[in-house]
């Protein structure tokens, strides 16, 4: 007799998360299993409890966002405004994924707080885009400015665009995903870059 396959955690997760996103995260473990194609006790064995399961679905593990090991590297040698572009449209696509799980999780009654602690993807992508701008700065390539502040800027807005579409479902803006960066980018650097650069 063969033996049952074993799932992966990765595989489990990503199936839980196709059904929070169509069902809901009222959604049955029942409907994760089947599609998963396992049971549920052989689930909850692997993840404790349904909102475990839906936590790490839902919320990405700082590991798996290769952004952040990008901005830890600092910036290159290339243009600044061109890496932000670059960075801004990575991190875009990024939380078109993100957004709806967010919302997910908000609908699930899971206490979110656990998104601020220290090492969470939250806190650490913020840490590595106001570190990777403060470098901006001590290599003389930016005006002096409020590294963190400018940072939780930049981030809200590329979030704000998702966020809107999902969430709200203002549809307005016409330009692509790509355009929408340039242009935050191009408004940005109007403020931050040296003197020549304006």
């Keep these: 007799m063969s033996r049952p396959r074993r799932y992966t955690d990765a595989e489990i997760i990503a199936a839980t998360q196709r059904c929070v996103l169509a069902h809901g995260p009222a959604v049955s473990t029942t409907v994760i299993a089947d599609e998963v194609g396992m049971s549920q ?27 952040i090991d ?7 040698e290339a243009p600044i405004p061109e890496q932000l572009v670059e ?5 875009l696509t990024l939380f078109r994924h993100l957004v709806p799980c967010l919302a997910m999780l908000a609908a699930s ?8 602690r220290p090492n969470s993807a939250p806190v650490l992508g913020r840490k590595a885009w106001t570190a990777w701008l403060q470098a901006v700065q001590d290599q003389g390539r930016a005006r002096s400015f409020d590294a963190a502040a400018v940072a939780v800027a930049f981030i809200g807005m590329l979030q704000a665009r998702p966020f809107r579409e999902l969430i ?4 307005g803006l016409q330009c692509s995903d790509a355009e929408y960066v340039q242009e935050v980018v191009d408004v940005l650097w109007a403020g931050l870059g040296p003197p020549e650069a304006r």
Excluded: H, N
Excluded at 109 to 116: E, K, N, V
């Design 168 to 171: 709200i479902g203002d549809m």
């Design 41 to 67: 006790a052989a689930i909850f064995k692997r993840f404790g409890t349904k909102d475990r399961l839906i936590v790490a679905a839902l919320c990405q593990a700082p590991e798996k966002l290769p952004i």
């Design 70 to 76: 990008k901005l830890r590297e600092g910036p290159s």
């Design 87 to 91: 960075l801004g449209t990575e991190l």
């Design 109 to 116: 009654g899971i206490d979110p707080r656990f998104l601020s």
